[in-house]
T-cell receptor
Framework: NAGVTQTPKFRILKIGQSMTLQCAQD?????MYWYRQDPGMGLKLIYY???????DKGEVPNGYNVSRSTTEDFPLRLELAAPSQTSVYFC?????????????FGAGSRLTVL | DAKTTQPPSMDCAEGRAANLPCNHS???????VYWYRQIHSQGPQYIIH???NNETNEMASLIITEDRKSSTLILPHATLRDTAVYYC????????????FGTGTSLTVIP
């Protein structure tokens, strides 16, 4: 199993451009999450999904959109990139079943907006 | 939001036990406490979780107080590779298993 795979690893965007960060998991997990982490800070939850076709906002959703058309994929769309979106983005997944629910994280995507 | 409180930083001598505390006073009766760590800029790594009883695995031990309002992560013999930021997580199950990470504790293991 590859676990959680994120692409691209690095990207530089110009202000106003758009892009999609890809996230895929091969563990048949129901729950998927997007976090961002600014330098020296903790992780902030952007969006999450409890299953295909279901998404919901986290702490910092503004400027982002997500979709969940399949169990495996959870892309994060940035529209009209701004310098404030310069950050490291982490995708995670978990089984979502009752009881303990352990997160598996991807390696991260480092985005710079200039 | 689920709120946890952790000291911002701690030091530990190599080979000694590192004891990292966490307060999770808003935890509900059926919610687990989870611990993760993040080394440099890597993705966070799961360490251990617990509900009521103390837990131990190959990485660490978790001590949970009887009232479940706080817990302590113990790294029994800290090594330099344990230098990382450690996060204590109290998810809110009734809001769809959202996991909120605070700023964690930055542990530095000193040679």
């Amino acid at each position: 199993n590859a676990g959680v795979t994120q692409t691209p690893k690095f990207r530089i965007l110009k202000i106003g451009q758009s892009m999609t960060l890809q996230c895929a998991q091969d563990m048949n997990h129901n729950y998927m999450y997007w976090y961002r982490q600014d330098p020296g800070m903790g992780l902030k939850l952007i969006y999450y999904s409890v299953g295909a076709g279901i998404t919901d906002k986290g702490e910092v959703p503004n400027g982002y959109n997500v979709s969940r058309s399949t169990t495996e994929d959870f892309p994060l769309r940035l529209e009209l990139a701004a310098p404030s979106q310069t950050s490291v983005y982490f995708c995670a997944s978990s089984g979502g079943r009752t009881g303990a629910n352990v997160l598996t994280f991807g390696a991260g995507s480092r985005l710079t907006v200039l | 939001d689920a709120k946890t409180t952790q000291p911002p930083s701690m030091d530990c001598a190599e080979g000694r036990a590192a004891n990292l505390p966490c307060n999770h006073s808003t935890i509900s009766g059926n919610e687990y406490v989870y611990w993760y760590r993040q080394i440099h800029s890597q993705g966070p790594q799961y360490i251990i979780h617990g509900l009521k009883n103390n837990e131990t695995n190959e990485m660490a031990s978790l001590i949970i107080t009887e009232d479940r309002k706080s817990s302590t992560l113990i790294l029994p013999h800290a090594t330099l590779r344990d230098t990382a930021v450690y996060y204590c997580i109290d998810p809110k199950l009734n809001t769809g298993n959202q996991f909120y990470f605070g700023t964690g504790t930055s542990l530095t293991v000193i040679p």
